[in-house]
């Protein structure tokens, strides 16, 4: 699995920390990137679930759309604010 490639992955804005700082994921990297740097807590089901799910995209055995749904859940257990682009549609969520 390429790092930096977009590829099947329609892009998250995740708003994180206190201040509500503004991660765009796009990438695989992105999402390694938050979830091991940025995320606010390293515990709770759902971000360990999504932490697997980015180990084993890396490793091509998981896809980039489930690795997408899980960080989207590990961010709502976390209580982010997350933009989505509904793949295929044009539109946009914002999801609290």
């Not at 695989?28 to 390293?42: H, I, K, Q, S």
């Amino acid at each position: 699995m390429q790092w930096n490639t977009s590829a099947d992955f329609a892009p998250l804005v995740l708003f994180v920390g206190a201040r509500h700082r503004r991660r765009i994921v796009r990438t695989l990297r992105d999402a390694a990137e938050v979830l091991m740097v940025d995320w606010p807590f390293e515990d709770g089901e759902e971000y360990v679930a999504a932490v697997k799910a980015c180990a084993d995209a890396v490793m091509g055995q998981a896809g980039m759309n489930e690795l997408r749904e899980l960080l989207l859940s590990a961010a709502r257990e976390a209580g982010m604010g997350v933009l989505t682009v509904i793949p295929g549609s044009g539109k946009t969520h914002m999801a609290a």
